[in-house]
Every structure is written in structure tokens, then in C-alpha cells.
């Protein structure tokens, strides 16, 4: 097989799982572990890959997908993860939740819109407008709206007094969501403000859950807004990998896969 056609495959692979490892690359391709590092050297320089430990991982875009191209992308694994969350949520019976703007949150709002909370009221935080929006017919919930400057590209309420208006309250649960969860950086997103926000709403939170799907394993958006070591429950749709799941491990972080 040509080196071409060897990197190919490898897109390929990385586009379906969003990493690849030396070990398996080399049985499938049936070719030594020292050219799938040299393959991966000359796609990390083409700007195709970023290598990590025993293999490779999807360079994050700059370009940050707006809210309708990410609520088509990884929709069966997103109303999963929401269904584990609201079952972690009627577990825990809090009386009240802070709910990140996103679309797997957004799943997570969808179930939570003909919830009945075991003792009749929920309060329901959030900055998300389609949030708010979906939430406010279920007259079991309290829906506090946060305000801000609303970002298009998620319908999120930013800024100052977005930040200010989540340091003033205290919620037993925070849903947040990330475009990026990874064993170094921990858990990432492309926009400043967005990442103020998340990091107010996890210090209003007495408990803290991350909804983050399989695609974002060892992805590292611009910047940080949590260390691993600041998450309680980790919720998605398949099992990390290596490096990632024993970090959470060190970190002292609960993987429930949905």
C-alpha cells in the first residue's frame, strides 16, 4: 500500500472514531508501528492530526460550527447522554439545577420540558434562550433566564452579567457541556466568554456533571474554563480512552456511559 493511500485510510479512521492508535493502525494496514509514526508525523505537519501518546487525535477546527450545523452532528448520542442525566437528576432530587447552553443540554431540556419533579417545583437556571424557551410551558419548573449579550453562534447569554448573575446563586446540580474534553486541558471551548460563564455556573454548582459525547475525547478548543479535578460526574456515549480515562480516574471523576 502507498504512503497516499495509508494516510488516507487514516482520515478516514480519524474521521469515524476521532483518534487512532499506532498498535491498531499497524495490524489493519499491515505495515510496521515506526512507518504509522512516520505517516503520522507527515500528517501532524500537514495540519491534519495532532499526535498524542500511542497515536493520533483530531486537530480542533478554528472555526466554530453554529448552533443549527452542531444539533444534526452526533444527535442518537446526545439524546442518550440526556436521558443518563435526567436519570442522575431524579436520583439526586435537587431543587435546583443550573443548565449550560449546548445542544446536548439542549437534549437534556427536551426530556426536562414534561418532567414532574418528585416533590412538585424544580428551579431551573440557565443562559441558553433556546432553553428557556423550550422549558417555560412545564409549570413543575421555576425557570430562571440569565441574561447577557446573546453570542448567534450559540444563543447563549455572555458577558458580565452573565458571570455575576451565576456567582449569586447556588444550584445543587450544573449540566455543562464542552467542545472539547481531553487528559491535559481538561474541559475546553472555543469562545472567552462562553468559557467565564461555564466556569461561573461550575462554581455556583454543589455538584458538578459534564454532558460531553465521544467526539470530543482528547479534542482541546481554544480555552480552558475546568480542570478535571473540578468535575464530579462525567456523562457520555462510549467508554474514553486510555489516557483520558485514567486521568478521570486520578481526578476522582465518575464515568457514566450512556
Known amino acids: 500500500m502507498y504512503a497516499t493511500e495509508r494516510h488516507a485510510r487514516i482520515i478516514d479512521e480519524l474521521d469515524s472514531a476521532g483518534r487512532v492508535s ?10 510496521t508501528a515506526e512507518t504509522i509514526r512516520r505517516d503520522l508525523d507527515v500528517l ?22 453554529n448552533l443549527g450545523e452542531r444539533e444534526q452532528r452526533n444527535t442518537p448520542a446526545k439524546r442518550a447522554i440526556a436521558r443518563a442525566a435526567l436519570d442522575l437528576l431524579v436520583h439526586a432530587a435537587p431543587s435546583a439545577v443550573a443548565l ?40 413543575a419548573l421555576t425557570v430562571h433566564a440569565v441574561g447577557g ?24 446540580l450544573a449540566f455543562l457541556g464542552a467542545n472539547g474534553l481531553s487528559a491535559g486541558f481538561g474541559l475546553s471551548t ?17 455538584r458538578t456533571v459534564a454532558l460531553v459525547d465521544s467526539s470530543k475525547f482528547g479534542e482541546e478548543s481554544f480555552v480552558r474554563f475546568a480542570d478535571l479535578t473540578e468535575l464530579d460526574v ?25
Open 149 to 172: 449579550v446573546v453570542r448567534p453562534e450559540t444563543s447563549a447569554a455572555v458577558g458580565a452579567a452573565a458571570v455575576d448573575a451565576f456567582a449569586r446563586m447556588r444550584c445543587d
Open 190 to 206: 472555543p469562545d472567552e466568554r462562553e468559557a467565564a460563564v461555564k466556569t461561573a455556573m461550575l462554581r455556583a454548582a454543589r
Open 234 to 258: 462525567l456523562v457520555t456515549d462510549a467508554a474514553p480512552p486510555a489516557d483520558l480515562a485514567a486521568a478521570l480516574d486520578a481526578a476522582g471523576v465518575e464515568v457514566v456511559i450512556a
Open 22 to 31: 499506532v498498535a491498531v493502525l499497524s495490524r489493519s494496514l499491515d505495515v
Open 100 to 139: 449550560d447552553a449546548g445542544t446536548t443540554t439542549r437534549a437534556l431540556a427536551d426530556l426536562l420540558a414534561d418532567h414532574e419533579p418528585a416533590d412538585g417545583r424544580l428551579d431551573v437556571v440557565t443562559h441558553g434562550v433556546p432553553l428557556v424557551l423550550r422549558l417555560q410551558d412545564n409549570r
Open 44 to 65: 501532524e505537519s500537514a495540519g491534519a492530526l495532532r499526535r498524542v501518546h500511542g497515536g493520533a487525535v483530531r486537530r480542533s477546527s478554528v472555526v466554530e460550527l
